[in-house]
């Protein structure tokens, strides 16, 4: 976006120029428009919001960085925003508001038409990341007994009915789910066959308080379009959509890429301190476990003593070791994260890392011992870091398997946890083969 455009945006808003700002913006859409928003100053983000009135699409605010929509949000009359969501989806809408705090949530429910309301204060109702929050709430749904005809009049005649649905959904008089009938079948369907004739029973469902990651691996493994949601007595309470799908996908890889480099849920747009008070606990915890390193070097002075290149040496073979275990923990926190790895394909997973490893730390083995003892003309030194080096390879490979086994299996997040223990593990083990191989080898016990 251009600085000219920017700042063309800005001029309007401190002009308070509806008309030119609604000329500027009238062709800029979707992401666009949010990253248009994020680039005025806060002071001017509300501005521009109430300015735009009617015109502006509450749907943008969904494309803006968590921190920049919430503060924008607290900043807008409560009414003004009542207003706005009430013409999105109820998904969405309950993606706007469910990060305030009750209080503000109050203030913008009790502006809202008591349908809207109702509808986003049960989906409000569900666990977090849960099918409940995810779910629109508006769908169709036809009792079994009409026909092909009387569904297509339903469909055409009914104002309210959601902007874009793929199934029709098929319930009993107590709304419980008897099954759905694909869109495209219906419309192929003659108009006096029945729905009961058309009807699929036997297809995927999810509850309304199940997981959204689980929610995502159904639509990738079966390639849906949409999934109803049930309640635990199987009552149609919502439909799960693609769209809202692959934003899952998109902020659960972007949750756990942060989460294995230690910076949490920060944006672009958090300020220092809370960035700063977000990174300080994993640098704290890294800290200690480089302490943890530093004493096993401290146990072999006297061999770093006598012979100096291992204080060069020894970091070689223990940053090799991490860059390694790093890759197999990569894999493997990904894998348990999609429910890949399981008990029937554990073992040969194990069983390739470790030879993976084994392999690798051969290959650097011959090349760093060749290179060592060229460097220090001295074969002895070479042989103590290339075997050193498979070591640590090799102790990576496992650890890099292990740790996020381990951690998962205690209820703990692998991609959070595993990357500190990882670290130490190559570390202490690079150093400790590095100095211990030499102390044996040279005979300096």
């Not at 107590?174 to 079948?185: A, E, Q, S």
Request: aromatic share 8%.
């Amino acid at each position: 976006m251009r600085s000219e455009y920017v700042e063309a945006v800005a001029d309007a808003v401190d002009a308070a120029d509806s008309a030119r700002l609604k000329q500027l913006t009238e062709d800029v859409y979707g992401a666009d428009l949010a990253d248009l928003i994020g680039a005025l100053t806060p002071a001017r983000r509300t501005d521009f919001v109430r300015l735009l009135g009617p015109d502006f699409d509450f749907g943008v605010l969904i494309e803006l960085d968590d921190s920049v929509r919430l503060a924008l949000i607290e900043e807008l009359p409560p009414a003004t925003v009542a207003e706005g969501i009430s013409e999105l989806d109820s998904d969405d809408a309950v993606y706007l508001i469910e990060d305030l705090d009750a209080a503000d949530q109050g203030a913008i429910l009790d502006r809202m038409p008591s349908a809207e309301r109702l509808s986003i204060e049960r989906s409000l109702d569900y666990p977090e990341e849960s099918a409940g929050r995810l779910m629109q709430t508006d769908f169709i749904a036809v009792p079994p007994f009409w026909t092909v005809g009387q569904t297509i009049d339903y469909c055409r005649e009914t104002a309210d009915l959601p902007d874009d649905f793929y199934e029709i959904h098929v319930v009993d008089p107590t709304y419980r789910l008897v099954g759905v009938v694909p869109l495209d079948r219906l419309l192929r369907s003659k108009r006096p066959v029945g729905i009961s004739d058309l009807v699929e029973e036997e297809g995927f469902v999810v509850r309304a308080d199940q997981d959204r990651e689980e929610v995502a691996r159904l639509f990738e493994r079966h390639n849906l379009i949409s999934l109803p949601v049930v309640d635990d007595g199987r009552r149609l309470v919502g439909v799960v959509t693609a769209d809202d799908v692959v934003d899952v996908v998109k902020e659960e890889a972007e949750e756990d890429f942060r989460a294995m480099h230690g910076v949490g849920d920060e944006e672009l747009s958090s300020s220092v301190m809370y960035t700063t008070r977000n990174r300080f606990l994993w640098l704290f915890v890294n800290l200690l476990t480089a302490f943890l390193a530093a004493s096993v070097i401290g146990a072999f002075e006297d061999t770093i003593a006598k012979i100096v290149a291992l204080a060069a040496l020894a970091p070689i073979v223990a940053g090799q070791g991490g860059n390694a275990a790093t890759q197999t923990m990569t894999v493997a926190v990904r894998a348990l994260g999609t429910r890949e790895l399981g008990r029937l394909n554990l073992k040969r997973f194990v069983t390739r890392e470790i030879m993976v490893s084994l392999i690798n730390g051969l290959a650097f083995a011959v090349i760093v011992g060749l290179i060592v003892w060229a460097w220090y003309q001295d074969p002895r030194l070479g042989f103590v870091i290339g075997g050193a080096m498979v070591g640590n390879l090799v102790a990576g490979g496992l650890a890099g398997v292990a740790i996020p086994l381990a951690v998962e299996k205690v209820g703990g997040d692998p991609a959070v946890i595993s990357g500190v223990f990882v670290t130490t593990v190559t570390d202490c083990v690079g150093f400790f083969a590095v100095l211990g191989l030499a102390t044996w080898w040279f005979g300096l016990m």
